[in-house]
């Protein structure tokens, strides 16, 4: 199948900073990636769907500010958590969709983020 | 909009016994159905899948589903599981031409020996 790859895995950083972590498909090219949110024992929440070439839609509740997006290629999505808060700590997920007839989603391995 | 409903937090089950993890979902449209198995900080691992034709569905490690629309059901299982299988388990639909995958809470699958 398709593979769909997050950097970093994981990363902790100081309460104010910004990180930026990147997905990448690659042996697709992906007009359409979904970064998720993923609390401890909790299931899997939309944050935003990321658009090669155009802005981001973000699900309701969701900082655009907070949580910038970027799809600059059509192998690429960025997610950076700007002035980040150790509430922001969490998994964060992103999915490529594979460009076929049935469109499949493939997912990355994940990026555990803690904010100190 | 749909929405997924796994009942089971948790299932423990010891190594060579039968399992069923159950999920059933909402929805007004026509829709694809998901399982994922997710390990312990990893990302999720698609598991199978319910497009079209046949209502059940089988992975290649012995894991089956079947889609029930009367019941709106897609309940996964596995005839004797071991201990590798030990992992999160997630249900997931989404409307027929994948706009979003909605996720179900997750079920927690424990195999002891």
């Known amino acids: 199948g398709a593979v769909v790859s997050q950097h970093p895995s994981r990363v902790i950083c100081k309460s104010g900073t910004s990180v930026k972590i990147e997905c990448r498909s690659l042996d697709f090219q992906a007009t359409t990636m979904f970064w998720y949110r993923q609390f401890p024992k909790q299931s899997l929440m939309l944050m935003a769907t990321?658009?090669?070439?155009?802005?981001?839609?973000?699900e309701q509740g969701v900082e655009k500010d907070k949580f910038l997006i970027n799809h600059a290629s059509l192998t690429l999505s960025t997610l950076t958590v700007t002035s980040a808060h150790p509430e922001d700590s969490s998994f964060y997920i992103c999915s490529a969709r594979e460009p076929t007839l049935t469109g499949e989603l493939f997912f990355g391995e994940g990026s555990r983020l803690t904010v100190l | 909009a749909q929405s997924v409903t796994q009942l089971d937090s948790q299932v423990p089950v010891f190594e060579e016994a039968p399992v069923e993890l159950r999920c059933n979902y909402s929805s007004s449209v026509s829709v694809y159905l998901f399982w994922y198995v997710q390990y312990p900080n990893q990302g999720l691992q698609l598991l199978l899948k319910y497009l079209s034709g046949s209502t059940l569905v089988e992975s290649i490690n012995g894991f089956e589903a079947e889609f029930n629309k009367s019941q709106t059901s897609f309940h996964l299982r596995k005839p004797s599981v071991h201990i590798s299988d030990t992992a999160e388990y997630f249900c997931?639909?989404?409307?027929?031409?994948?706009?979003?995958?909605?996720f179900g809470t997750g079920t927690r699958l424990l195999v002891s020996p």
């Open positions: 997931a639909v989404s409307e027929v031409g994948f706009q979003k995958l909605v």
């Open positions: 990321s658009n090669e070439g155009s802005k981001a839609t973000y």
